[in-house]
T-cell receptor, first 115, second 117 residues
Framework: LAKTTQPISMDSYEGQEVNITCSHN???????ITWYQQFPSQGPRFIIQ???TKVTNEVASLFIPADRKSSTLSLPRVSLSDTAVYYCLVGAPRGASGGSYIPTFGRGTSLIVHP | KAGVTQTPRYLIKTRGQQVTLSCSPISGHRSVSWYQQTPGQGLQFLFE???????NKGNFPGRFSGRQFSNSRSEMNVSTLELGDSALYLC????????????????FGQGTRLTVV
């Protein structure tokens, strides 16, 4: 299973762009990269998923370099409500992996946005 | 459409007792996964059910068990509760087409906060 490494915490200010990088050196060919956001006492919420290059949706962008050994979640112009824990997950679709996949969330990155 | 519903939201139990938690997935979703979240260990995968069968299992003792019904609703049971079982238990559902899996978005419920005293 691909292990992920993220910073434990980050601080930012309202209106700034925040980039959270996740390292996954032993990512497998069939693995996708998925990011989740979690607020206190709530379940995680899907943010974005990608395989390579760049993916963008209405909430965030995900940048994945050619070697795919890391990925960066980019949150444009954060607000106080973006204060949360962000998790990076790496894993393969079940059909592609041909076997079981146990999603591993890790500790995530605690982002605090200041006024 | 309704999200993932977990009941109860809060629960206090005594050591040695057993507990059953319930999860109703989003309508049409066939995969249900359970997680335990604690400050010390973070979010840990318990097990996953698909079409009433356990498809994946995390590294938890046999005291933790689950099942899924024909309508995809799932329950998890913890027997002989220990103080260390105090945690937020989260359920997630995903559509999971026949060729899909984790690449489909997983939707989480708000969780059941279990306190063992």
């Amino acid at each position: 299973l691909a292990k992920t490494t993220q910073p434990i915490s980050m601080d930012s200010y309202e209106g700034q762009e925040v980039n959270i990088t996740c390292s996954h050196n032993n990512i497998a060919t069939n693995d996708y990269i998925t990011w989740y956001q979690q607020f206190p006492s709530q379940g995680p919420r899907f943010i974005i998923q990608g395989y390579k290059t760049k993916v963008t949706n209405e909430v965030a962008s995900l940048f994945i370099p050619a070697d795919r050994k890391s990925s960066t979640l980019s949150l444009p112009r954060v607000s106080l409500s973006d204060t949360a824990v962000y998790y990076c997950l790496v894993g393969a679709p079940r059909g592609a992996s041909g076997g079981s996949y146990i999603p591993t969330f890790g500790r995530g990155t605690s982002l605090i946005v200041h006024p | 459409k309704a999200g993932v519903t977990q009941t109860p939201r809060y629960l206090i139990k005594t050591r040695g007792q057993q507990v059953t938690l319930s999860c109703s997935p989003i309508s049409g979703h066939r995969s249900v996964s359970w997680y335990q979240q604690t400050p010390g260990q973070g979010l840990q995968f318990l097990f996953e059910y698909f079409s009433e069968t356990q498809r994946n299992k995390g590294n938890f003792p046999g005291r933790f068990s689950g099942r899924q019904f024909s309508n995809s609703r799932s329950e998890m049971n913890v027997s002989t509760l220990e103080l260390g079982d105090s945690a937020l238990y989260l359920c997630a559902s995903s559509l999971d087409s026949s060729a899909g899996g984790w690449d489909t978005e997983a939707f989480f419920g708000q969780g059941t906060r279990l306190t063992v005293v």
